[in-house]
């Protein structure tokens, strides 16, 4: 689970120890082998959760950058279902998405996320409706017993490596 931040820690603190974090978990992202094959598996576990409507949803996944997952081919999977979809690029509305593909520097088995440090995804998905599905993905590495998190950071209602889908999860506050 994730590890909150205690009251007594000083924003520095935490700023710290996410920093630190950072840097070690992207050299370990960077340094998975095989990143194409392991980013198809990663496809076919999402498109094979138990979250997809008979109808068109409209789906956000997030453009890569490198060292994270490539999911084109769940993008293709998406667009031949008829699904609308969409990148933050675009600039979404997000009380009209249903689905949401998350990228993250580390998750843990309960869907605490650590992101690049922006605040981009947090703030864009407490903007989403209720029902919306987020879908935490990276690589089987990334995934940490314990990361520092604080009220804000959104978590995932699934997780999904290369190797397992994980979740659905339970909110951490």
Known sequence: MG???PDEAKPEQVAAEKARLRAE???????????DLRSARMCTLIEGLDIWSDAPMRVMVFTPIPGEPDLGALRR????RGDLVTTPEE??????VDLVIVPGVAFTAEGARLGQGGGWYDRFLS???ADCVC???G??????????CEEHDVVMDHV????????PVQPLW
């Open 3 to 5: 590890a909150p931040i």
């Open 25 to 35: 978990l992207r050299r370990l992202r960077r340094d998975v082998p095989d990143q």
């Open 77 to 80: 999977w998406c667009e031949s």
């Open 91 to 96: 600039a979404p509305d997000p009380g009209a």
């Open 127 to 129: 903007r989403t409706r």
């Open 135 to 137: 879908v935490g993905v």
């Open 139 to 148: 690589f089987a590495v990334q995934i940490s017993e314990a990361l520092p």
């Open 160 to 167: 999904v490596t290369e190797e397992a889908r994980i979740g």
